[in-house]
């Protein structure tokens, strides 16, 4: 169903966990579940400071 919003509810924050929004037969929690990406951290380490600049986004990201 279509819906219009105000003005005020546009500019509301809507805070939504993906853990309650992907299904748990969704392949990648199967692909989560079955491989292990930590090798990712020793394969970008150099491409992030670790004292300078704002927090990173963790480079395991699915």
Not at 22 to 32: A, G, Q, S, T
């Amino acid at each position: 169903m279509l819906s219009k919003q105000s003005m005020e509810g546009r500019y509301q924050v809507s805070m939504i966990a993906l853990d309650q929004i992907v299904p748990e037969n969704h392949l990648v929690r199967k692909i989560e579940k079955a491989l292990d990406f930590n090798f990712i951290y020793d394969l970008v380490e150099d491409k992030y400071s670790m004292d300078n600049g704002r927090p990173s986004i963790d480079p395991v990201v699915y």
